[in-house]
């Protein structure tokens, strides 16, 4: 047993000597494979298919039904209110042409006119006639109207606050997504790894040398790292100073890139970026955006007061082995968030993980809210009949229907193409 306790304590300690060896040695080739990879999830969602969005569900129509419905039983003093003149029909456009401004029915005003023109048409709605609300007695239609109340409370709760959701200007869609993607990798929209140049990519001004360029910040035609096919050629092109294949095996450069301010090899740069690959076709989410950006934050090293992206040695993004093949990221040890404002490809992916998440929030609501709209337009339309059946027209407040009830006037609906067969049934009372 001490034999192999001696075995495991000469073991780590090898393991630790061996550590401080490699953290002290030069970086050695492949050292950013873990960041390129990282990287290229962003080349290939900018050059694989984004598919079609789900649209929001829009729940407009079935509100409208709700209206119709409710105002087909109001009494004759509240639909009055709107008309301006009867024959030919003519509604008011606001409150205030109806005196009845500063009540709070400005929001609601459009819906409540189109339920009454469409009730008041010379054709009968047909939601409205298939739900028989019109044909119950004025005790009958006091009890609908009681049991709507909370219903239509409900509905319009949830519609102002869908309304008012905020949706991405101008609306997002598949084909526009690809665009923000290509411009954020490639700097320009059209563009694929196999036609990107480096005036696009860093900028067209021609730059001092790899570690000025190698930046995240910059400004006029200043070579800087606008775009993510920047950011992978500052982390894996090649450097004389010993470093090969930083990232991945790639062949050899005619032109190493040491001191320019540029590679000046843009098909070396584009064999890099093909490498990343092709995504399949797919959605892509504001949740994938945030863990893919997240992925990069969680990458960057901090070297006294500079943030880095890349294995880095001496705090230089110089390109050798002993300096580092990277991207510096000013003053992010000090303050993370505003130096990454500074990242101009990092805050266009931000603003776009925005949009989808406000996009997704509406289809979200909206799936719900018709979810709930639809359940209650079916409530309502079996009310009628809930009420008819009843032994005697109610004068007060009634229970509105239940599942039960509604199955069992749906069974009497199959039924009531004459009054025999139905009540042979014996589920029609």
């Known amino acids: 047993m001490h034999s192999n306790l001696g075995k495991f304590i000469f073991l780590l300690a090898a393991a630790s000597t061996l550590g401080e060896f490699a953290q002290a040695g030069n970086i050695q080739s492949g050292a950013n494979?873990?960041?390129?990879?990282t990287l290229c999830k962003f080349v290939k969602e900018a050059d694989g298919r984004i598919d079609a969005l789900q649209a929001a569900e829009d729940p407009e129509q079935d509100y409208r039904i709700l209206q119709k419905l409710n105002m087909s039983i109001s009494d004759a003093s509240w639909q009055n209110m709107f008309i301006e003149t009867p024959k030919p029909l003519k509604l008011h456009d606001a409150p205030t042409k109806a005196n009845v401004g500063g009540r709070g029915f400005d929001d609601d005003w459009k819906d409540w006119k189109m339920a009454l023109a469409a009730i008041?048409?010379?054709e009968p709605d047909t939601d409205v006639k298939n739900s028989g609300l019109q044909q119950l007695s004025e005790a009958g239609k006091a009890a609908a109207r009681l049991q709507l109340a909370p219903i239509l409370q409900a509905a319009r709760a949830a519609m102002h606050t869908y309304r008012k959701m905020p949706t991405?200007?101008?609306?997002?869609?598949?084909?526009?997504?690809?665009?923000?993607?290509?411009?954020?990798v490639y700097g320009a929209t059209a563009h694929t790894s196999a036609d990107l140049t480096e005036a696009e990519i860093f900028g067209s001004g021609s730059g001092s040398n790899r570690q000025t360029t190698c930046k995240a910040t910059g400004a006029g035609t200043v070579p800087y790292v606008r775009t993510v096919a920047a950011e992978i050629t500052c982390i894996c092109y090649d450097h004389n100073a010993g470093l090969a294949d930083p990232c991945v095996s790639t062949k050899t450069p005619s032109n190493k890139?040491?001191?320019?301010?540029?590679?000046?090899?843009?098909?070396?740069v584009q064999d890099i970026i093909k490498l990343c690959g092709k995504a399949t076709q797919t959605t892509l989410t504001s949740s994938q955006l945030t863990d893919m950006l997240e992925s990069v934050k969680a990458a960057i090293t901090v070297h006294t007061t500079h943030g880095y992206l890349g294995a880095v040695k001496s705090g230089s993004c110089a390109?050798?082995?002993?300096?580092?093949?990277c991207v510096q990221i000013d003053n992010y040890g000090t303050d993370p968030d505003a130096a990454l404002k500074a990242l101009t490809w990092y805050n266009q992916l931000g603003a776009l993980q925005g949009k989808l998440q406000k996009l997704e929030n509406k289809v979200e609501a909206a799936r719900s809210i018709r979810d709930m709209l639809k359940q209650n337009i079916d409530t309502v339309k079996h009310l009628a009949l809930h009420i008819k059946s009843m032994p005697q027209q109610p004068t007060a407040a009634i229970s509105a229907p239940t599942k039960t009830d509604i199955a069992t006037i749906k069974n009497c609906d199959k039924h009531n193409d004459n009054k025999t067969a139905c009540e042979n049934t014996g589920k029609c009372k």
């Open 33 to 37: 494979s873990a960041v390129f990879a």
């Open 120 to 122: 008041k048409a010379d």
């Open 168 to 184: 991405p200007t101008p609306e997002l869609t598949k084909d526009k997504i690809q665009k923000e993607l290509k411009l954020v």
């Open 257 to 268: 890139w040491d001191a320019a301010g540029k590679p000046g090899q843009v098909s070396q």
């Open 319 to 325: 390109g050798a082995n002993s300096d580092g093949v």
